[in-house]
């Protein structure tokens, strides 16, 4: 139990063209091509730093980000999606919500033939199936797969000693003496991972991810290779708009994980940015596309711009 709740947390803080652009304004698609972006104006009096991050790439690729080395030295505290600080709380808040309900089974939630899917993939990645899993929730289930697939696909990753970008950039600042700061809390975390849809459509959305797994090597090369290449648009466009894509995200979904919780985070940032010079680090999807943090900070009045 505990090795799978670990895993889990890996994940929540969880699975992801080369414009110049500096400036208030610009379009959704202008604010791309670099991972990290300076934050100034409209009242600051010192410049904050926002980092998209890919929570399960590797910890020598901060090296390869154009400044970051800088912001973090400049900076006067460090905000990240949630504190990670406190890893044996984590893991009883997952604990505590992952779950099915009493009374209710992945028979309920599925079609015969959908459910021998589901177990079948189980089984064929894991070697254990709904019997040994069938009392968590879709989520749970949703990121453990995830996880273990990963860690198959690219053997280099290793689940037990990987830490987080985020996770290095918080340790980095706590060992300075640098306040950390948190957007969210772990329950709100929670909440969208397991509880913000109906039980049967995570139910459902997870027999398609588990059935389409030949797909997912593919998809994830794409996805890296946006990433290392600072291509935010690209990232955005390959999880939200892709034709191709077997299992599309829900509006639901795409809302719950995404536009809402960038909007509640707009909501803060004005306030930390102008207390403290703040480095933020979160998920790369959540800098862009137009409900992203970039272009949102733009039409604020902030100058947004790249660092190379």
């Given at each position: 139990?505990?090795?799978?709740t670990?895993?889990?947390?890996?994940?929540?803080?969880?699975?992801?063209?080369?414009?110049?652009?500096?400036?208030?304004?610009?379009?959704?698609?202008?604010?791309?091509?670099?991972?990290?972006?300076?934050?100034?104006?409209?009242?600051?009096?010192?410049?904050?730093?926002?980092?998209?991050?890919?929570?399960?790439?590797?910890?020598?690729?901060?090296?390869?980000?154009?400044?970051?080395?800088?912001?973090?030295?400049?900076?006067?505290?460090?905000?990240?999606e949630?504190?990670?600080?406190?890893?044996?709380?984590?893991?009883?808040?997952?604990?505590?919500?992952?779950?099915?309900?009493?009374g209710?089974?992945?028979?309920?939630?599925?079609?015969?033939?959908?459910?021998?899917?589901?177990d079948?993939?189980?089984?064929?990645?894991?070697?254990?199936g709904?019997?040994?899993?069938?009392?968590?929730?879709?989520?749970?289930?949703?990121?453990?797969?995830?996880?273990?697939?990963?860690?198959?696909?690219?053997?280099?990753?290793?689940?037990?000693?990987?830490?987080?970008?985020?996770?290095?950039?918080?340790?980095?600042?706590?060992?300075?003496?640098?306040?950390?700061?948190?957007?969210?809390?772990?329950?709100?975390?929670?909440?969208?991972?397991?509880?913000?849809?109906?039980l049967?459509?995570?139910a459902?959305?997870?027999?398609?991810?588990?059935?389409?797994?030949?797909?997912?090597?593919?998809?994830?090369?794409?996805?890296?290779?946006?990433?290392?290449?600072?291509?935010?648009?690209?990232?955005?466009?390959?999880?939200?708009?892709?034709?191709?894509?077997?299992c599309?995200?829900?509006?639901?979904?795409?809302?719950?994980?995404?536009?809402?919780r960038n909007?509640?985070?707009?909501?803060?940032?004005?306030?930390?940015?102008?207390?403290?010079?703040?480095?933020?680090?979160?998920?790369?999807?959540?800098?862009?596309?137009?409900?992203?943090?970039?272009?949102?900070?733009?039409?604020?009045?902030?100058?947004?711009e790249?660092?190379?």
């Amino acid at each position: 139990m505990k090795a799978i709740t670990t895993l889990i947390i890996g994940t929540l803080l969880a699975m992801i063209s080369l414009l110049t652009v500096s400036a208030q304004g610009g379009t959704p698609e202008s604010y791309t091509g670099s991972l990290l972006w300076k934050v100034s104006g409209n009242g600051l009096t010192s410049p904050s730093y926002i980092l998209g991050t890919h929570h399960l790439v590797h910890i020598s690729f901060v090296n390869e980000i154009s400044g970051l080395k800088d912001a973090m030295e400049s900076t006067e505290q460090t905000v990240g999606e949630v504190v990670m600080s406190n890893m044996a709380t984590m893991q009883q808040k997952v604990l505590e919500n992952a779950k099915l309900p009493e009374g209710e089974t992945y028979q309920n939630l599925l079609s015969e033939a959908d459910y021998k899917k589901l177990d079948e993939g189980l089984i064929a990645l894991v070697t254990a199936g709904l019997a040994q899993y069938g009392h968590f929730k879709p989520g749970m289930l949703s990121m453990f797969y995830s996880t273990i697939l990963y860690s198959k696909l690219y053997p280099e990753f290793n689940p037990a000693s990987h830490e987080a970008i985020d996770a290095y950039l918080q340790r980095i600042a706590t060992e300075k003496g640098k306040p950390v700061l948190g957007m969210e809390t772990i329950e709100d975390q929670v909440y969208a991972l397991f509880d913000a849809e109906p039980l049967k459509t995570q139910a459902e959305d997870l027999v398609c991810m588990v059935s389409n797994g030949e797909n997912s090597k593919e998809q994830l090369d794409q996805l890296n290779a946006f990433y290392k290449a600072a291509d935010l648009t690209g990232m955005y466009n390959l999880a939200y708009n892709n034709p191709d894509d077997p299992c599309p995200s829900t509006e639901i979904r795409k809302n719950v994980m995404m536009k809402d919780r960038n909007d509640r985070w707009i909501e803060k940032l004005p306030a930390i940015m102008k207390e403290k010079s703040s480095l933020i680090a979160a998920g790369a999807l959540h800098l862009a596309g137009e409900e992203g943090l970039l272009y949102q900070l733009a039409k604020l009045g902030y100058t947004v711009e790249p660092v190379r």
